[in-house]
């Protein structure tokens, strides 16, 4: 898994503006959270679709920027949380137990 770090409002509107040529997933993960370590974990070790880009946000050192998230995409803040942005807009998010590869693929490809 390639990560792309956000920590910054303009990774934010990188993201959104991305997501008009290909889907752009974003995983909110506490690293205060054995249940967001476990997430992250299942999606490390599976593979890794083609075609989509794959953004990791540390939201305990930049909560401000999950804030940000939540308004820019209108989402209720979660953690963990994976949000599949498409053309500028939130089109699937998920939270603990529910995050997986195999969905987020599917949502991605529809």
């Known amino acids: 898994m390639n990560w792309i770090h956000l920590s910054t409002a303009a990774d934010v509107d ?3 503006k991305a997501s008009f040529e290909k889907p752009q997933v ?4 506490s690293t205060r959270c054995s ?13 890794t679709p083609t075609g989509i ?10 909560r401000s920027i999950s804030n940000l998230i939540a308004e820019v995409f209108d ?3 979660q953690s963990p949380q994976i949000l599949i942005i498409k ?5 699937f ?3 603990h137990n529910g ?3 195999v969905e987020i693929e599917e949502q991605c490809m529809a």
């Open 99 to 101: 995050i997986n590869m």
């Open 35 to 47: 249940i967001s370590t476990l997430a992250k974990s299942r999606l490390e070790r599976g593979k």
């Open 14 to 16: 990188h993201v959104k």
């Open 87 to 91: 053309n500028g807009e939130c089109v």
């Open 26 to 29: 974003i995983f909110k993960h």
């Open 75 to 77: 989402v209720q803040h």
């Open 53 to 62: 880009q794959f953004h990791h946000l540390d939201l305990i050192a930049h």
């Open 93 to 95: 998010d998920e939270s």
